[in-house]
């Protein structure tokens, strides 16, 4: 056990809620809890009152797919930290610092670093460039066919990785939260981020992730104002509690045996910060607000309301092991030394209980359906834009198809990924998805994130090495993930220690590979393209720096 | 945008001194960013005991750094919001007057 924690562990925090020992026994789902089902059920009757306010106000492309682009700084700022905050960072954090103390707080670090490196060199330039989705940058002065091909197939993997992940965590937190059946929990996820999207496009799903973020925000500080109460206040009394009543005791104040290994430490730490710069569905929120100074406050936003939620989950996670660990309540049969009840990502939710009773308790349990609610709606209209502007509108019509087609192509992607996330959540119950988060970050790193940084700043970018690159990383990513001991022994079923690639993960190899065959395979491309794409730089770069041109700019 | 209007930008002192200045501002903030978070990397990789090492109760050296490095983050953002609300952004109006003004 303590052999496939070590190996599955490093993935837990990116994926899913609900893995973090394993597959949880179908028979752990509680009681019907109401308090949470009526909380809940006011945030969905808020969110689809919003969602019929924005379809009034959905009518152009720009509306559905960035918003109008008028949402300001400070909104934005915290839709993106609420499409960033999953409950993989709530649930599964605290579950890491819960089983092994110091080792989850790597990830809250980890998650939130790559945002200075958006800020310093992406944010401006991706808003000055971009319209609607991240290859209209990646594609700006290269060939529209093959980057936008290459771009959509980055975003719907990434997606479709993370959005599977989202489904079965979600089936079996609220398995587990609400007493309902996975499958309701499943359609029930779908049908509603469906509703949202079709109907309320980018302004609807901006304004469930603004709401969802109030809600976790609020949510975990009230749970960590509780937990310090109990401690006078004293953030050292809390921690010598913690190591006085964790059976490892010191030794949760260390790293941890996961990351004992420094490929492992460096590519897992390479996988966090440049995956994060690499997210189409966060990407895309750029493209929402009115200009550069607007994007760029944005980040300062997000990155400030993410820092700050990961500096609470050192209080929650430590928080955890005093009030939840002890607690016979909270464990099978009542024994502490037992599993908690209803599975290992628990101790956020038990926690809450403990300093706030049932009342506490089903309103993070509702927050944490929100949060998964608000996450599959933002991923969901990403791979829709992907797969209606970039594949549809570029490569398939070569442009020529109006506004209002390319439209309701997405609204019948979003009908279609609904659907075909359902499905996938129903396939995937049984099987460990713990690797998919990791995966979706690492084909983040290593495919989306050079194209798109080398596209912006990078003067000799061709077409040839933007291809070659972007897939060369796609591909090795993948593959690499696949012969990794959390697919190739966790989920494939062979013996330990046959893993090909024995990392937790592949960024550390595949991105800089990426960049590499984009730099190769550019510097060698002598073909009369190349020299004008180049040559198109010059432009690029005015427009990025200046924003001059922009839909903003143009109208005065 | 013509050749014209892209050659007259390029020409503008402005223009000159914004992409030189905020080119080099934010590699400076990026390689700031990366120097802290891989030293911090190291630092669990290959000395993962002064992580765990105590400074002052059983507050550890992996604490201060890691609530230290989110907090930095933030304050390197604000940083360069302030920095670009002035200095770029008075920059970029000049150019964009001078650029389309010079259009019309």
């Not at chain 1, 707080?105 to 945002?115: A, E």
């Not at chain 1, 066919?145 to 992940?165: D, E, H, K, Q, W």
């Not at chain 1, 966090?272 to 200009?291: C, E, Q, S, W, Y």
Request: hydrophobic share 55%; glycine share 12%; aromatic share 12%.
């Amino acid at each position: 056990m303590s052999r496939k924690f070590a190996l599955a562990g490093p993935l837990l925090a990116l994926a899913g809620p609900a893995y973090a020992a394993g597959p949880i026994e179908a028979g752990a789902r509680q009681a019907t809890n109401w308090t949470a089902i009526i909380i809940f059920a006011g945030f969905v009757l808020l969110t689809l009152g919003i969602t019929y306010w924005a379809a009034q106000r959905t009518r152009t492309a720009k509306d559905f797919y960035a918003a109008g682009g008028g949402v300001s700084g400070l909104q934005n700022g915290l839709a993106i930290a609420g499409d960033y905050m999953s409950a993989a960072s709530f649930l599964g954090i605290t579950a890491l610092v819960y089983a092994g103390g110091y080792y989850g707080l790597i990830y809250s670090i980890g998650f939130l670093v790559g945002w200075p490196i958006i800020m310093f060199l992406m944010a401006e330039p991706l808003r000055n460039l971009g319209r609607f989705t991240f290859a209209d940058v990646a594609s700006y002065r290269l060939a529209a066919t093959p980057m936008r091909a290459m771009a959509a197939t980055g975003t719907l993997v990434t997606v479709a990785f993370y959005l599977i992940a989202q489904m079965v965590g979600a089936g079996q937190l609220i398995e587990l939260l609400f007493g309902l059946p996975y499958l309701y929990a499943v359609v029930v996820v779908g049908v509603l981020m469906i509703i949202y999207v079709t109907f309320g496009g980018m302004i609807a799903t901006t304004w469930v992730q603004l709401i969802k973020a109030c809600l976790l925000l609020g949510g975990s500080t009230l749970i960590s104002i509780l937990v310090l109460a109990q401690f006078g206040f004293d953030f050292n009394a809390l921690i010598a509690k913690a190591v006085e009543l964790h059976s490892k005791h010191d030794a949760i104040l260390g790293p941890g045996p996961a990351v004992a290994n420094p490929i492992n430490a460096f590519s897992l730490g390479i996988a966090l910060m440049f995956g994060t710069a690499g997210l189409p569905h966060i990407l895309m929120r750029f493209f929402t607000v009115k200009d550069a100074k607007e994007a760029r406050k944005s980040v300062f936003w997000a990155t400030t309301f993410i820092g700050y939620f990961y500096i609470l989950t050192f209080i929650i996670g430590f928080g955890a092991i005093v009030l939840v660990l002890p607690n016979g309540i909270y464990h099978d049969g009542g024994d502490v030394t037992k599993g908690l009840l209803g599975g290992a990502n628990m101790p956020a939710i038990h926690l809450a209980h403990a300093v706030g009773g049932d009342l506490m308790k089903g309103f993070i349990a509702a927050v944490a359906f929100a949060t998964i609610l608000a996450v599959v709606s933002g991923l969901t209209l990403s791979g829709a834009s992907a797969v209606s502007h970039d594949l549809y509108a570029s490569v398939i019509r070569r442009g020529n198809v109006d506004e209002g087609t390319e439209v309701r192509v997405s609204r019948v992607t979003t009908l279609v990924l609904g659907v075909v996330a359902i499905i996938l959540g129903v396939v995937f119950e049984k099987i460990n998805v713990a690797f998919m988060v990791g995966l979706a970050f690492a084909v983040a790193a290593s495919a989306n994130f050079p194209v798109l940084l080398l596209s912006m700043l990078w003067k000799g970018l061709t077409t040839r090495g933007a291809v070659i690159g972007g897939w060369v990383g796609l591909i090795s990513a993948v593959g690499l993930t696949i012969v990794s001991p959390a697919i190739w022994e966790l989920v494939l079923g062979h013996p330990k220690g046959t893993a090909w690639f024995p990392y937790v993960s592949p960024a550390l190899f595949t991105m800089p590979l990426s960049f590499l065959c984009c730099y190769v395979f550019s510097v060698t491309d002598k073909s009369a393209r190349g020299a004008r794409e180049q040559a198109a730089y010059e432009a690029q770069y005015v427009r990025s720096q200046t924003g001059i041109g922009i839909d903003a700019a143009a109208a005065h | 945008m013509d050749d014209k209007m892209l050659a007259r930008i390029q020409g503008d002192p402005n223009y000159q001194s914004l992409v030189k200045e905020r080119t080099s501002f934010g590699w400076t903030m990026s390689i700031i960013t990366l120097v802290l978070y891989f030293g911090y990397i190291t630092i669990v990789a290959f000395a993962p005991s002064l992580i765990a090492a105590k400074i002052s109760g059983d507050i550890t050296v992996g604490i201060i750094l890691g609530a230290g490095l989110i907090v930095l983050s933030i304050l390197l953002t604000g940083i360069y919001v302030v920095r670009a609300n002035s200095r770029y952004d008075d920059l970029t109006r000049a150019i964009v007057a001078s650029a389309t003004g010079a259009v019309r």
